[in-house]
């Protein structure tokens, strides 16, 4: 039945992604998207013109709220470069708890749109040029002040965070249910790994 407390949009992009997770976007059809929200083909192409659209408008929707909102959040704070990152971390740990389905659906989708040339594809490769760019920033601060270690390369680094960003969700997707895995002490096991590599070491 469908939820009435949120629009049929919204609702036809949270079951998109529900479904995309488990059948992957080619695998889903606009009939079994349409069936799970309870509303007809017609009202479907009511909001989207066609399956393209909603997945573009699903992508927006995670940089959207996740991309714009940790980079604003966290480079508007106070503080030191390592406590941002730390804060980052906080922020992106606290977002994948709280929207679980979304950031494992756009990361299905993602492996699902590489190599595909698709608008979808530079899309996400944009959103992860984003992210990349935002922790390159932190890095270089850090270095400059002398808190992170200055034989590093921030490009490289950030391309292993995200890599590590992606690896966890799935880990924890796979794992969580079946009580397996202990989402705080995984995320904190994560953030000691990042920093024990890349703190400057006192000597």
Not at 17 to 31: C, H, N, P, S, Y
Not at 132 to 151: N, P
Not at 183 to 198: H, Q, S, V
Request: include cysteine; charge should be negative.
């Amino acid at each position: 039945m469908r939820d009435k407390s949120i629009s049929i949009r919204d609702e036809i992009v949270k079951n998109s992604i529900g479904l995309f997770l488990r059948k992957g976007f080619k695998g889903t059809t606009i009939q079994e998207i349409t069936d799970s929200v309870g509303v007809s083909k017609g009202a479907f192409y009511w909001y989207f013109n066609a399956k393209d659209e909603l997945l573009n408008t699903i992508i927006e929707h995670y940089e959207h709220i996740f991309i714009d909102e940790i980079i604003k959040t966290v480079l508007e704070a106070e503080g030191s470069p390592l406590q941002k990152l730390r804060y980052a971390h906080k922020f992106a740990t606290e977002f994948a708890y709280a929207n679980r389905n979304l950031c494992v659906g756009f990361l299905t989708i993602a492996a699902e749109m590489v190599g595909s040339g698709t608008e979808a594809e530079a899309k996400i490769r944009n959103i992860y040029a984003r992210y990349r760019s935002f922790y390159e920033t932190l890095l270089r601060e850090g270095k400059a002040q002398g808190v992170i270690r200055a034989d590093i390369d921030t490009d490289l680094i950030s391309h292993v965070i995200n890599a590590i960003h992606n690896g966890m969700l799935l880990e924890w997707y796979l794992y969580y249910e079946d009580g397996q895995v202990d989402a705080r002490k995984f995320a904190i096991a994560y953030r000691e790994i990042i920093l024990e590599g890349i703190l400057r070491k006192e000597t």
